[in-house]
């Protein structure tokens, strides 16, 4: 509810925690704070999770979703991925 905030606290999760801890749980706050911000602020995270990210459906529509707004290059896979993901529920 609070934009500003949720960028704060995005940036602050960016940075891994010592030795990796915590990390699937870091990650996953992150995927959903992505979905209050600009995603311009999301797509690098996104990047660094290729080719290999969660298999979810909220991951891979907020994966086609940023891709679509920024225009960029992965953005035929991610959708590609999210119709193959649904089309198998």
């Not at 999760?13 to 990390?23: C, D, E, V, Y």
């Not at 660094?48 to 891709?67: I, M, Q, V």
Request: proline letters at 9%; charged letters at 25%.
């Amino acid at each position: 509810a609070d934009p500003p905030r949720a960028a704060m606290l995005f940036d602050a999760l960016r940075q891994p925690f010592a030795i990796h801890s915590l990390n699937e749980a870091r990650v996953g706050i992150l995927l959903w704070l992505g979905r209050h911000l600009d995603p311009k602020q999301v797509v690098p995270l996104l990047h660094e999770l290729e080719p290999h990210g969660p298999w979810t459906e909220e991951f891979l529509s907020l994966r086609a979703n940023c891709y679509r707004a920024v225009n960029d290059p992965l953005v035929f896979r991610a959708e590609k991925e999210l119709r193959m993901f649904r089309s198998r529920q």
